[in-house]
């Protein structure tokens, strides 16, 4: 039997521990919005401040006709398929 490739294994562990920011009270770190980001910091700086808001497709890990629970399963999992596919695609190039 072939030996997994350490990467593999890595990703496998990060698909399996996405749960756990289930149990996280408040936003992700880096996910806060500008007037959470003055609260933390006292203010907010001018990139920020100026910054083109864009609408993620998986907006707050929220998918239409599914509950919060499944789109933050399947936000992770979908995180987890394109870190994959892009190192097969790089693994291939190089």
Same mark, same amino acid.
Not at 42 to 64: E, T
């Given at each position: 039997?072939? $030996?997994?490739?350490p990467?593999?294994?890595?990703?496998? !562990?990060?698909?399996? %521990?996405?749960? @756990? #920011?289930?149990?996280? =009270?408040?936003?992700?770190?880096?996910?806060?919005?500008?007037?959470?980001f003055?609260?933390?910091?006292?203010?907010?700086?001018?990139?920020? $401040?100026?910054?083109?808001?864009?609408?993620?497709?998986? !907006?707050?890990?929220? %998918?239409?006709? @599914? #509950?919060?629970?499944? =789109?933050?399963?399947?936000?992770?999992?979908?995180?987890?398929?394109?870190?994959?596919?892009?190192?097969?695609?790089?693994?291939?190039?190089?």
């Amino acid at each position: 039997m072939r $030996r997994p490739h350490p990467l593999h294994l890595l990703l496998g !562990a990060a698909l399996c %521990l996405t749960p @756990v #920011g289930l149990l996280a =009270g408040g936003a992700a770190w880096g996910e806060w919005e500008p007037e959470q980001f003055q609260w933390l910091v006292g203010f907010i700086p001018v990139g920020i $401040r100026n910054a083109v808001h864009l609408s993620a497709p998986l !907006a707050d890990y929220q %998918l239409p006709g @599914v #509950g919060p629970v499944v =789109g933050y399963l399947l936000s992770g999992a979908a995180g987890v398929a394109l870190l994959f596919a892009a190192m097969v695609l790089l693994r291939r190039r190089g």
